[in-house]
Nanobody, 121 residues
């Protein structure tokens, strides 16, 4: 069974940092582009970052550019999202998803269950 599991969500103060992890079980992430998404209460899901299967290509939403960094370790079947300079508006449930292609696209076939990030003093 193909599964993605996010971890690393927590309560953090504004200006703080967190690192989220997305780990695959039942399959290797090696051939999949991985995206990170978030959804805040009452808001639509937002795509915030994506990384190609090799890690050679990344992209970011304007809302997180310069503060968040996506990376991957294919040997560990894990993708990371390093989040710095966190703001209260970053509060959301964060999801990772695997796309069927080597490069980022609008299609994602496998989703994790999400991890809560709360930015508050």
């Amino acid at each position: 069974q193909l599964q993605l599991v996010e971890s690393g969500g927590d309560l953090v103060q504004p200006g703080g940092s967190l690192r989220l992890s997305c780990t695959a079980s039942g399959f290797s992430l090696y051939y999949y582009a991985i995206g990170w998404f978030r959804q805040a209460p009452g808001k639509e899901r937002e795509g915030i970052s994506c990384i190609s299967s090799s890690g050679s290509s990344t992209n970011y939403a304007d809302s997180v550019k310069g503060r968040f960094t996506i990376s991957r370790d294919n040997a560990k079947s894990t993708v990371y999202l390093e989040m710095n300079s966190l703001k209260p508006e970053d509060t959301a449930v964060y999801y990772c998803a695997a796309g069927p292609y080597l490069y980022c696209s609008d299609r994602y076939d496998y989703w994790g269950q999400g991890t809560q990030v709360t930015v508050s003093s």
